[in-house]
């Protein structure tokens, strides 16, 4: 692994521990000798996390879509900022920049990045861990409802444990680069779900 996708906030949230966690992450990310790959916002925990990366030496990719330039407000130390033309390109060079991606805290922006990078790895078409850094407890009903999802047979266990779940950046590290894609494949043996 050599690089890390990171998806979260553009808010801070309400505790700072959740920018502590994002500046950890960057840091641990940058401490490792691994370039961090995220949207290229100066806002949020968007901006926590790159600047502790960059802070620690590390090198920097943002991906941001025009649209977003003023409203994200984008952070102009990066070692390379990419501006492309909508979303859907930013997420398509994020996904392929990045071989392994984190979800910090953060809202549905952060959600719908993530359960993407999940989606496609069921599919098949790649094979990069997705992991949700847990911070104070952020993601444990989202975990919860995962589990219900296979409880109620609309995913497979398989898929549910591709998910990647820690609580500590450095822990979280260890299993993206440690992690095997499922050989399960979504539409393979459905009736027996
Ligand atoms: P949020 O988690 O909502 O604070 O947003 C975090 C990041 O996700 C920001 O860079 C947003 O631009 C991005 N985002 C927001 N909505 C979407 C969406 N529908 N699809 C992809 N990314 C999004």
Redo the contacts with the bound molecule.
Sequence with gaps: MRSVGV?????PGGDPAYTAAARAMGSAVAGRGLTLVY?G?KV?L?GAVADAALSAGGEVFGVMPEA?MDK?IAHEGLTRLEVVPS?HER?ARMAEMADGFVALP????????IFEIWTWGQLGFHAKPAGFLNVMGYFDHLRAFVDHAVGEAFLKAPHRDMLIFKSESGEMLDALAAYKAPVTEKWIGRPEL
């Design positions: 998806f979260c906030g553009a808010s949207g916002a949020g968007m977003l994200e979303m997420k953060g809202g549905a922006g952060t959600l719908e990045e």
